[in-house]
């Protein structure tokens, strides 16, 4: 059942990244939505409308995802939810919703889909006799730690789940809500079974409102990798991702507030705008930034060969080019001279055993 209900159409809401939201790709048909006259905001409310959050539910038949990606550094992830009300307009996962009949664009960010099974069916997972243990990574797709996770709570859910399993696992998030599970991350991280990033695009509270506008502010991100650290948990700060033209001259400031704030180490990946999110970030660009809107684009493509995208392995992340190699040169040196370049213990796969459960029959000694 919907959480909240909600009637979308194509015009710019506050409080949301896209500013459209054209039928998903798989789809025959293109929609418009039309106003009859009848929930038109009357003038006291403003020319635009606001667009309600719902939230479905679905039961998974398995949690555990598994890749064969030779440029990331996990081959398994699990997500808690599908679309992510933060409404970053630059995310990769938007394509995903097109896989549910819905846009990429502001369905993305206002239909949202909960798996509350999931905990369950990964216990189920974990226990099989063919399973071997490696880092699970959370957050990969979408966020975990989005607003209705305070409602559902399925990634405290998923984390206990680990912690009996005492099975490693990596989080990255830009949400604040993480803090409410430092109970479950200290234990974790007490046997070296946990890592987690926190994502910090930029440190212009302006600029975060536009591009992430229902993500925690950038000083709020810094605060959180603070109660983390403080707390024992490892922490690296994720200056992801970089936007040629836009964020990319605060990469060392980024790198340095994330050091102070106690992460212990730091990554970067260039701008990625697979399939829907080209004209999705065009569209806002020509919105927000248009005097920077040719820049931007031309920074983009000479990394790519002229194309808004190049998905081949080992260049999505990064591009390729001089201004990637300038902006890789200049990662390196910041994370040497603020030493956040050491290279961080794997987690430990060593700890794993399935927890006793009714029926189980007992060891004799």
């Known amino acids: 059942m919907p959480h909240n209900s909600t009637i979308p159409f194509d015009q710019h809401s506050p409080g949301r990244g896209a500013l459209s939201n054209a039928a998903g790709r798989f789809e025959r048909h293109s929609r418009r939505y039309e106003g009859d006259g009848w929930d038109e905001p009357g003038p006291e409310a403003g020319a635009q409308r606001v667009l309600r959050t719902q939230t479905t539910l679905e039961v ?12 990331l ?60 243990p490696q880092t699970i990574a959370i957050g990969t797709n979408t966020d975990p730690y989005q607003p209705i996770e305070k409602t559902h709570e399925v990634t405290r859910e998923v984390l206990k789940v680990l912690r009996d399993f005492r099975h490693p696992v990596g989080i990255v998030t830009k949400g604040a809500l993480i803090e409410r599970d430092i109970d479950i991350l200290q234990e974790l991280a007490r046997d070296g079974l946990v890592r987690v990033g926190i994502s910090v695009t930029t ?35 994720m200056t992801s991702p970089l936007i040629p033209g836009l964020t990319d001259h605060e990469l060392e400031a980024l790198l340095a507030a994330g050091r102070d704030a106690g992460a212990v180490a730091a990554s970067w990946i260039m701008l990625r705008l697979p399939m829907e999110v080209a004209p999705l970030f065009k569209e806002w660009l020509a919105e927000h930034y248009p005097h920077r809107a040719g820049r931007v684009m031309g920074h983009i493509r000479d990394m790519h060969g002229g194309k808004d995208y190049d998905d081949r392995w080992g260049q999505r992340m990064r591009g390729t080019g001089p201004y990637a190699e300038i902006i890789a040169r200049r990662f390196d040196t910041a994370v040497r001279r603020l030493g956040l370049d050491r290279t961080l213990p794997a987690l430990r796969t060593d700890l794993f055993r399935a927890p006793g459960q009714m029926g189980d029959q007992l060891s004799l000694f």
Do not use: M
């Open 60 to 71: 998974p038949r398995r949690v555990i995802t598994y890749n064969r990606s030779p440029d």
């Open 203 to 237: 440190l212009d509270a302006g600029l975060a409102r536009r591009l992430e506008p229902r993500a925690p502010s950038p000083k709020r991100r810094l605060a959180t990798i603070r109660a983390l650290s403080e707390a024992g948990i490892p922490v690296r700060i």
């Open 73 to 132: 550094p996990f081959d398994r992830s699990i997500n808690p939810y599908r679309g992510c009300e933060h409404g970053c307009v630059y995310c990769f996962a938007r394509p995903s919703h097109a896989w549910l009949g819905l846009s990429a664009g502001l369905d993305f960010e206002t239909r949202l889909v909960a798996r509350p099974e999931a905990p369950a069916r990964l216990r189920d997972e974990l226990r099989h006799r063919a399973y071997t």
